[in-house]
């Protein structure tokens, strides 16, 4: 089997990419919560809310995709783990910049989804950005940060 046929392999795993996407969505709620109290609470400047709620999920991602989603991957110890965790934040830097520009050209629509009185427009950005940043976050931590083609 070539390396192009395992890469394929290691990243259409139902398994796997169900775990990814669990803890994608605890990423999301993470972000979401850092980001709106960042925005509406204390005022902090919205791409600034975004980013700082986006890293915030990062981390939490990583440790858990490091304890879960990919336990079965990699080299164990501490510098192992170290060098898996500076990749996967150099790794979704990328992820981050989509997430960082669709969220705000998103936010700027002349947009107004009311439902039951709430305005709706104030989160969903945030979701657009994250579900556009997914495939890429996805592909690039399974064979940059864990490297499951190996």
Not at 30 to 44: F, Q, Y
Not at 131 to 139: E, I, W
Request: hydrophobic share 50%; with cysteine.
């Amino acid at each position: 089997m070539s390396n192009d046929q395992r890469s394929l392999t290691a990243l259409v795993s139902g398994l796997r990419f169900g775990q990814f996407l669990s803890v994608g969505v605890v990423g999301a709620t993470l972000d979401t919560i850092v980001t709106l109290s960042l925005k509406e609470g204390l005022a902090v400047h919205p791409d600034l809310a975004k980013f700082v709620g986006a890293e915030c999920a990062i981390v939490l991602m990583f440790f858990i995709n490091e304890h879960w989603t990919f336990a079965d991957e990699g080299q164990t110890g501490r510098l192992a783990l170290g060098r898996r965790l500076l990749t996967s934040n150099v790794v979704r830097s990328g992820g981050l910049a989509v997430q960082l520009v669709t969220f705000s050209v998103v936010r700027r629509l002349p947009v107004s989804i009311v439902v039951f009185d709430v305005e709706l427009w104030k989160v969903l950005p945030i979701f657009i950005a994250i579900g556009t940043a997914f495939v890429v976050n996805y592909v690039a931590e399974s064979l940059v940060t864990w490297r499951v083609h190996r």
